[in-house]
């Protein structure tokens, strides 16, 4: 390593700021692993993907009290070295946070993923890590399934975690929580509804009540206030939900409120099957409604029809709906027309809905019945 006369001689005309700065760097490389805190991990984009293997030091920045929230670290790579920049594959540049990297924890001998939420800027940059842990599942507004590991925080609440108002009492307890924005959680939305809990016997929900993604960007964070479980909708058990890792303990809010099963498995971005646009509105005597499915491919794929009456399913059962409803099915021609020929049939919902059974695709159009 250069000494400091030497830096003069090679750089005789930069700024001795400057020239100070490059020797502060090659210190704290060369002495990098020479710490406590270093580790290896591997780091992932915000899909949990992963991008490579990275040299970092670790470092405790909060101690834990039993009142406050998660112990802060800050994560430390080597000069020259920052992850939002380095991995970014956006063409916006405004690079972005969110990225997973594996620790070691020295007690447990486990590799435990950290999510990195912050960056504080200094002569050697330090960047805020989280530990991620709790995986969050849930449903979107079509019933596709979601799921993303993230970070539970607790929200200063100074009352006992309900209300009343001399009739009914409700639970209000308040949390907050951090994803990375990625794939799945730009399908989050206000009102979705989250299970967590130790106790699967009497198992906590909580609702989306505030979402924000741009501060910084790359995370999104939000409030949960506390909702009621429902056994009847709510799922918490060990089932196979068909999303490839057999049967494991699954918390999913609403997953029984319909006949309809959830979407587990991605739909490709070239589409099999999808249906036209189509009114929302059925009137009985009215015009019948004509829906036709559409295919971007050349597939070889027949196109399956589902029809559900206020979630009840009717496919294999039309002579049921006689003197309610009249259906025909076009294969030839790929279109499904529905007509309603009853007035007592008003207020009901249909929903028209394409899929097969190993769910290559799906569409659906949901229409109420008015006079």
């Not at 020259?80 to 970014?88: A, L, M, R, S, V």
């Not at 960007?217 to 206030?225: E, H, V």
């Not at 009847?232 to 699954?250: F, N």
């Not at 589902?306 to 009840?312: E, R």
């Amino acid at each position: 390593m250069p000494t400091f006369e030497e830096m003069q001689r090679l750089y005789p005309t930069t700024p001795i700021g400057n020239q100070l700065k490059v020797m502060s760097n090659m210190v704290f490389d060369e002495t990098f692993s020479n710490s406590t805190t270093y580790r290896k991990g591997m780091i992932y984009t915000c899909d949990l993907e992963e991008i490579e293997e990275i040299e970092f030091r670790f470092i405790k920045t909060k101690t834990f009290t039993f009142g406050g929230n998660q112990v802060e670290y800050w994560v430390q790579f080597k000069t020259g070295i920052n992850p939002e920049i380095d991995y970014d594959t956006s063409t916006d540049k405004k690079h972005r946070l969110g990225l997973y990297i594996d620790v070691l924890n020295d007690n447990t001998k486990e590799i435990e993923k950290w999510l990195i939420v912050g960056k504080d800027q200094s002569e050697f940059d330090r960047y805020n890590v989280l530990k991620c842990d709790w995986e969050f599942e849930w449903l979107d507004s079509d019933r596709k399934y979601h799921r993303c590991l993230g970070c539970i925080l607790e929200a200063n609440s100074y009352n006992d975690g309900t209300t009343s108002d001399g009739f009914t009492k409700v639970v209000d307890n308040i949390a907050t929580f951090v994803f990375p924005t990625n794939r799945d959680t730009r399908y989050l939305d206000y009102d979705t509804r989250f299970m967590i809990a130790d106790s699967t016997d009497h198992p906590k929900t909580y609702g989306v009540t505030k979402i924000t993604d741009t501060s910084p960007f790359g995370i999104t964070k939000g409030s949960l206030s506390q909702t009621l479980f429902n056994e009847h909708t709510d799922l918490c058990e060990e089932i196979d939900i068909g999303d490839g890792r057999g049967k494991v303990m699954h918390m999913i809010c609403d997953y029984y409120t319909s006949t309809l099963p959830p979407i587990v498995k991605p739909i490709e971005e070239s589409i099999i099957w999808k249906l036209s646009d189509v009114s929302n509105k059925l009137y009985v005597h009215g015009q019948p409604l004509v829906i036709q499915a559409i295919s971007d491919t050349d597939t070889t794929v027949p196109c399956e029809w589902h029809l559900f009456v206020d979630n009840v399913e009717y496919t294999n059962n039309l002579n049921d709906l006689n003197g309610y409803f009249e259906v025909e099915i076009d294969d030839t021609n790929n279109t499904f027309t529905i007509a309603a020929i009853n007035k007592v049939i008003a207020k009901y919902i249909v929903k028209v809905a394409i899929y097969d059974e190993q769910r290559t695709y799906y569409d659906f159009a949901e229409m109420e019945v008015l006079i």
